[in-house]
Nanobody
């Protein structure tokens, strides 16, 4: 499956953004989907994960209560609503898809397909 993320941009601290990631070339509902991020000089880190049906979600402690992941399998799209943004949320955000992986493996980046990323910059 091919993934393309969009929706990044520059926002002031306290603001919000919604990222979208469209998929093509595969049956979207087969995949666990996630959002990861990588800030300059840092390793890529897990942000949010959603099960194939969308019933279950997981979040990194750093974003819990501020970010919401959702999916629309009919539109082959996964979203990340980001509220109360902080400067430390600035990073390139990547969407990813995995199948057959455990939640723990997925959170560690054990996904099979990755989008190109979209830049999010939060100014103080």
């Amino acid at each position: 499956v091919q993934l393309q993320a969009s929706g990044g941009g520059l926002v002031q601290a306290g603001g919000c953004l919604r990222l979208s990631c469209g998929g093509s070339g595969g049956t979207f509902s087969f995949y666990t989907l996630g959002w990861f991020r990588q800030a300059p000089g840092k390793e890529r880190e897990f942000a949010a994960l959603i099960s194939r049906s969308g019933d279950t979600t997981y979040y990194a402690d750093s974003v819990k209560g501020r970010f919401t992941i959702s999916r629309d399998n009919a539109k082959s799209t996964v979203y990340l609503q980001m509220n109360s943004l902080k400067p430390e949320d600035s990073a390139v955000y990547y969407c990813a898809a995995g199948t057959g992986t455990t939640i723990t493996q997925a959170m560690k980046g054990g996904m099979h397909y990755w989008g190109e990323g979209t830049q999010v910059t939060v100014s103080s």
